[in-house]
T-cell receptor
Framework: KAGVTQTPRYLIKTRGQQVTLSCSPISGHRSVSWYQQTPGQGLQFLFEYFSETQRNKGNFPGRFSGRQFSNSRSEMNVSTLELGDSALYLCASNLQGGGRGNTEAFFGQGTRLTVV | GDSVTQMEGPVTLSEEAFLTINCTYT??????LFWYVQYPGEGLQLLLK?????DKGSNKGFEATYRKETTSFHLEKGSVQVSDSAVYFCALSDRAGGTSYGKLTFGQGTILTVHP
Protein backbone atom coordinates (compact mmCIF):
# COMPACT_ATOMS: atom_id res chain seq x y z
CA LYS A 1 0.00 0.00 0.00
CA ALA A 2 1.21 3.51 -0.79
CA GLY A 3 2.94 5.44 1.96
CA VAL A 4 2.62 9.04 3.01
CA THR A 5 3.29 11.36 0.08
CA GLN A 6 4.54 14.89 0.49
CA THR A 7 4.86 17.42 -2.29
CA PRO A 8 6.97 19.13 -3.32
CA ARG A 9 10.18 17.50 -2.07
CA TYR A 10 12.21 20.69 -2.37
CA LEU A 11 11.23 24.33 -2.37
CA ILE A 12 13.12 27.60 -2.44
CA LYS A 13 11.27 30.75 -1.46
CA THR A 14 12.16 34.37 -0.81
CA ARG A 15 11.74 36.01 2.57
CA GLY A 16 8.28 37.55 2.88
CA GLN A 17 6.61 35.12 0.48
CA GLN A 18 4.15 32.45 1.50
CA VAL A 19 4.26 28.73 0.83
CA THR A 20 1.86 25.80 0.80
CA LEU A 21 2.97 22.23 1.41
CA SER A 22 0.86 19.17 0.70
CA CYS A 23 0.53 15.79 2.38
CA SER A 24 -1.46 12.74 1.28
CA PRO A 25 -1.79 10.22 4.10
CA ILE A 26 -1.93 6.48 3.83
CA SER A 27 -5.29 5.35 2.55
CA GLY A 28 -7.71 4.92 5.44
CA HIS A 29 -5.70 7.06 7.85
CA ARG A 30 -7.71 9.94 9.25
CA SER A 31 -5.14 11.73 11.37
CA VAL A 32 -2.40 13.90 9.88
CA SER A 33 0.29 15.65 11.88
CA TRP A 34 2.98 18.08 10.81
CA TYR A 35 6.48 18.54 12.22
CA GLN A 36 9.30 20.96 11.62
CA GLN A 37 12.84 19.58 11.73
CA THR A 38 15.84 21.87 12.07
CA PRO A 39 19.43 21.21 13.22
CA GLY A 40 19.04 23.57 16.16
CA GLN A 41 15.56 22.74 17.45
CA GLY A 42 15.22 19.15 16.32
CA LEU A 43 11.75 17.80 15.61
CA GLN A 44 8.94 20.04 16.77
CA PHE A 45 5.22 19.38 16.55
CA LEU A 46 3.26 21.91 14.51
CA PHE A 47 -0.32 20.65 14.51
CA GLU A 48 -2.57 17.65 14.10
CA TYR A 49 -5.74 17.28 12.08
CA PHE A 50 -8.42 14.66 12.37
CA SER A 51 -11.62 14.60 10.31
CA GLU A 52 -10.94 18.10 9.00
CA THR A 53 -10.57 19.56 12.49
CA GLN A 54 -7.43 20.79 14.13
CA ARG A 55 -7.12 18.69 17.25
CA ASN A 56 -3.82 19.82 18.64
CA LYS A 57 -1.40 22.66 18.02
CA GLY A 58 2.24 23.21 18.87
CA ASN A 59 3.95 26.38 19.94
CA PHE A 60 4.37 28.13 16.60
CA PRO A 61 3.30 31.62 15.53
CA GLY A 62 0.08 32.23 13.67
CA ARG A 63 1.99 32.45 10.38
CA PHE A 64 1.87 28.66 10.41
CA SER A 65 -1.52 27.25 9.56
CA GLY A 66 -2.99 24.12 8.13
CA ARG A 67 -6.11 22.39 7.03
CA GLN A 68 -7.42 18.96 6.20
CA PHE A 69 -9.81 18.01 3.45
CA SER A 70 -12.61 15.48 3.44
CA ASN A 71 -10.34 12.90 1.77
CA SER A 72 -7.86 13.35 4.69
CA ARG A 73 -5.27 15.10 2.54
CA SER A 74 -3.69 17.98 4.38
CA GLU A 75 -1.94 21.21 3.54
CA MET A 76 0.12 23.51 5.67
CA ASN A 77 0.76 27.13 4.88
CA VAL A 78 3.45 29.47 6.07
CA SER A 79 2.92 33.16 5.40
CA THR A 80 5.47 35.97 5.47
CA LEU A 81 8.39 33.58 5.37
CA GLU A 82 11.44 34.23 7.52
CA LEU A 83 14.95 32.87 7.09
CA GLY A 84 14.42 30.83 10.25
CA ASP A 85 11.58 28.93 8.60
CA SER A 86 14.11 27.02 6.52
CA ALA A 87 13.64 23.42 7.60
CA LEU A 88 12.51 19.95 6.68
CA TYR A 89 8.74 19.74 7.12
CA LEU A 90 7.51 16.26 7.84
CA CYS A 91 3.99 14.96 7.66
CA ALA A 92 2.81 11.86 9.50
CA SER A 93 -0.40 9.91 9.21
CA ASN A 94 -2.00 7.78 11.87
CA LEU A 95 -4.75 5.22 11.77
CA GLN A 96 -7.25 6.62 14.20
CA GLY A 97 -8.96 4.12 16.40
CA GLY A 98 -9.50 3.02 19.95
CA GLY A 99 -6.84 1.55 22.17
CA ARG A 100 -3.11 1.87 22.45
CA GLY A 101 -2.36 -0.09 19.33
CA ASN A 102 -3.29 2.71 17.01
CA THR A 103 -0.72 5.30 17.98
CA GLU A 104 1.84 4.44 15.32
CA ALA A 105 2.69 7.32 13.01
CA PHE A 106 3.97 6.82 9.47
CA PHE A 107 6.08 9.61 8.06
CA GLY A 108 6.54 10.98 4.60
CA GLN A 109 9.94 11.88 3.17
CA GLY A 110 9.40 15.54 3.91
CA THR A 111 9.55 18.83 2.08
CA ARG A 112 12.86 20.67 2.30
CA LEU A 113 12.06 24.39 2.42
CA THR A 114 14.83 26.91 1.95
CA VAL A 115 14.08 30.59 2.53
CA VAL A 116 16.56 33.02 0.96
CA GLY B 1 4.89 19.20 29.74
CA ASP B 2 6.11 16.05 28.07
CA SER B 3 9.79 15.74 27.27
CA VAL B 4 12.28 13.17 26.00
CA THR B 5 16.00 13.21 26.68
CA GLN B 6 18.46 11.17 24.65
CA MET B 7 22.12 10.55 25.31
CA GLU B 8 24.52 13.00 23.73
CA GLY B 9 25.93 11.98 20.41
CA PRO B 10 27.35 11.30 17.97
CA VAL B 11 28.10 7.65 18.59
CA THR B 12 30.81 5.95 16.56
CA LEU B 13 31.22 2.17 16.68
CA SER B 14 32.99 -0.58 14.83
CA GLU B 15 30.96 -3.23 13.06
CA GLU B 16 29.70 -5.99 15.39
CA ALA B 17 30.02 -3.80 18.48
CA PHE B 18 27.25 -3.53 21.08
CA LEU B 19 25.02 -0.48 20.90
CA THR B 20 23.15 1.34 23.63
CA ILE B 21 21.40 4.67 23.17
CA ASN B 22 19.87 5.98 26.38
CA CYS B 23 16.44 7.58 26.46
CA THR B 24 14.49 8.92 29.42
CA TYR B 25 11.15 10.65 29.40
CA THR B 26 8.80 12.84 31.38
CA UNK B 27 5.06 12.53 30.81
CA UNK B 28 1.91 13.34 32.70
CA UNK B 29 -0.10 10.33 31.63
CA UNK B 30 0.56 6.85 30.31
CA UNK B 31 2.65 7.31 27.19
CA UNK B 32 3.42 4.98 24.38
CA LEU B 33 7.14 4.97 23.55
CA PHE B 34 8.84 4.71 20.19
CA TRP B 35 12.19 4.59 18.48
CA TYR B 36 12.34 6.08 15.01
CA VAL B 37 15.27 5.97 12.59
CA GLN B 38 16.12 8.50 9.91
CA TYR B 39 18.46 7.73 7.03
CA PRO B 40 20.08 10.56 5.06
CA GLY B 41 17.58 12.44 2.92
CA GLU B 42 14.66 10.41 4.22
CA GLY B 43 11.74 10.81 6.57
CA LEU B 44 11.39 8.89 9.80
CA GLN B 45 10.77 5.17 9.95
CA LEU B 46 9.34 3.44 12.98
CA LEU B 47 11.92 1.04 14.38
CA LEU B 48 10.04 -0.31 17.38
CA LYS B 49 7.44 0.61 19.96
CA UNK B 50 6.08 -0.27 23.40
CA UNK B 51 2.70 0.78 24.69
CA UNK B 52 2.77 -0.14 28.36
CA UNK B 53 5.16 -0.71 31.22
CA UNK B 54 7.49 -3.73 30.92
CA ASP B 55 6.68 -4.19 27.24
CA LYS B 56 9.68 -4.95 25.07
CA GLY B 57 9.71 -3.66 21.52
CA SER B 58 11.99 -5.37 19.03
CA ASN B 59 12.80 -5.19 15.33
CA LYS B 60 15.81 -5.94 13.09
CA GLY B 61 17.91 -6.95 16.10
CA PHE B 62 17.11 -3.75 18.03
CA GLU B 63 15.35 -3.94 21.38
CA ALA B 64 14.01 -1.52 23.97
CA THR B 65 12.10 -2.16 27.20
CA TYR B 66 9.55 0.27 28.65
CA ARG B 67 10.71 0.89 32.23
CA LYS B 68 8.16 2.93 34.10
CA GLU B 69 10.08 2.90 37.38
CA THR B 70 13.08 4.59 35.77
CA THR B 71 11.07 6.37 33.02
CA SER B 72 13.44 4.97 30.45
CA PHE B 73 13.34 3.29 27.03
CA HIS B 74 16.95 2.55 26.12
CA LEU B 75 17.72 1.22 22.64
CA GLU B 76 20.09 -1.75 22.34
CA LYS B 77 21.54 -3.93 19.62
CA GLY B 78 23.98 -6.72 20.17
CA SER B 79 25.95 -6.42 16.94
CA VAL B 80 25.69 -3.32 14.76
CA GLN B 81 26.27 -3.23 11.02
CA VAL B 82 27.46 -0.45 8.73
CA SER B 83 23.92 -0.25 7.38
CA ASP B 84 22.68 0.79 10.84
CA SER B 85 24.38 4.16 10.43
CA ALA B 86 21.59 6.71 10.77
CA VAL B 87 19.99 9.14 13.21
CA TYR B 88 17.89 7.56 15.97
CA PHE B 89 15.04 9.36 17.71
CA CYS B 90 13.28 8.38 20.88
CA ALA B 91 9.70 9.63 21.08
CA LEU B 92 6.57 9.44 23.17
CA SER B 93 2.88 9.81 22.53
CA ASP B 94 0.94 10.72 25.62
CA ARG B 95 -2.77 9.96 25.71
CA ALA B 96 -3.43 11.55 29.10
CA GLY B 97 -5.64 14.17 27.55
CA GLY B 98 -7.39 11.65 25.35
CA THR B 99 -6.80 13.71 22.24
CA SER B 100 -3.10 13.36 21.57
CA TYR B 101 -2.92 10.33 19.34
CA GLY B 102 -1.08 12.17 16.62
CA LYS B 103 1.28 14.26 18.69
CA LEU B 104 4.76 12.88 19.18
CA THR B 105 7.35 14.45 21.44
CA PHE B 106 10.87 13.67 20.25
CA GLY B 107 14.29 13.56 21.78
CA GLN B 108 17.07 15.48 20.10
CA GLY B 109 18.29 12.51 18.08
CA THR B 110 21.51 10.51 18.23
CA ILE B 111 23.75 10.18 15.20
CA LEU B 112 25.16 6.67 14.89
CA THR B 113 28.10 5.93 12.61
CA VAL B 114 29.30 2.35 12.21
CA HIS B 115 32.69 1.71 10.62
CA PRO B 116 33.67 -1.56 8.90
Amino acid sequence: KAGVTQTPRYLIKTRGQQVTLSCSPISGHRSVSWYQQTPGQGLQFLFEYFSETQRNKGNFPGRFSGRQFSNSRSEMNVSTLELGDSALYLCASNLQGGGRGNTEAFFGQGTRLTVV
Amino acid sequence: GDSVTQMEGPVTLSEEAFLTINCTYTATGYPSLFWYVQYPGEGLQLLLKATKADDKGSNKGFEATYRKETTSFHLEKGSVQVSDSAVYFCALSDRAGGTSYGKLTFGQGTILTVHP
